[in-house]
């Protein structure tokens, strides 16, 4: 039963220090999508890789994200 434990407590500490630290990679979609709105309207002009960074930057917070979310309810 202890090992289960330090096990269930590892894994707390670990979605704690994601969880701190995804805030950078919602940082940066937030960046890439407003740069890429304002590239699009103002020039005229886009890409579909902004969009594929923008889908791959949202599975980077949302799905490491959900366990921190879990935990903190």
Not at 18 to 37: D, E, S
Request: aromatic share 16%; with cysteine.
């Amino acid at each position: 039963m202890g090992a289960l434990l330090s096990l269930s407590r590892f894994i707390d500490r670990l979605n704690e220090f994601v969880g701190g630290n995804i805030k950078w990679f919602l940082l940066v979609a937030v960046i890439v999508c407003t740069v890429n709105a304002l590239i699009r309207y103002l020039f005229d002009n886009s890409s579909n890789a902004w969009l594929e960074l923008q889908w791959y930057l949202f599975a980077a917070v949302f799905l490491p994200g959900a366990g921190y979310t879990l935990l903190r309810n």
